[in-house]
């Protein structure tokens, strides 16, 4: 029972970063939008850098920013959604116990396809904001990030054998 409810908040903490993520995102819009703009443009990668990648025109920015903010809250609503789910099944035998957990893993496997995929491969890779200052500090958190979604995603999916 006690690791069964390690599982749930482990995910619903997960699920409230991801809605102060995007609440914090959405509250400084601006400065957001500043990021994504440089990043897309390569304005500040090294001299030599392939800027055929670059992504124009900007203002496609907007878009960008309220399609991260859409997918940050949708993985905050499966993560908290997604434990309420589990805890209400904690009691339950192992396969009931598993099938709550469905709704968790979808959350998890969006933000490591967000993180990673997104920002990590996209931003870090393809727009080189690793070249960046301002884009490396991102890349960094982005990896960092991704990497404990694929942990938790790990850790909730561990089979229940038996009934604790």
């Given at each position: 029972m006690l690791?069964?409810?390690?599982k749930v908040l482990v995910s619903f903490a997960f699920g409230i970063f991801a809605a102060m993520v995007c609440f914090?995102?959405?509250?400084?819009?601006?400065?957001?939008?500043?990021?994504?703009?440089?990043?897309?443009?390569?304005?500040?990668?090294?001299?030599?850098?392939p800027k055929f990648r670059a992504f124009f025109p900007l203002e496609a920015a907007p878009t960008f920013l309220i399609i991260i903010?859409?997918?940050?809250g949708?993985?905050?609503?499966?993560?908290?959604?997604?434990?309420?789910?589990?805890?209400?099944?904690?009691?339950?035998?192992a396969d009931a116990f598993?099938?709550?957990?469905?709704?968790?893993?979808v959350g998890y496997c969006i933000a490591?396809?967000?993180?990673?995929?997104v920002f990590v491969v996209g931003a870090g890779?393809?727009?080189l904001a690793w070249q960046s200052e301002l884009g490396r500090g991102a890349i960094n958190t982005s990896?960092?990030?991704?990497?404990?979604?694929?942990l938790g995603l790990i850790f909730v999916n561990q089979r229940e054998d038996h009934y604790e």
């Open positions: 690791l069964r409810l390690i914090n995102n959405f509250q400084d819009s601006p400065a957001n939008l500043a990021y994504i703009e440089t990043i897309i443009s390569m304005v500040d990668t090294f001299p030599t850098s903010l859409a997918i940050q949708f993985i905050a609503l499966m993560l908290i959604l997604g434990s309420a789910r589990m805890l209400v099944s904690i009691n339950r035998p598993s099938r709550s957990k469905t709704t968790v893993s490591i396809l967000l993180w990673f995929g890779e393809w727009f990896y960092n990030i991704s990497i404990i979604a694929f």
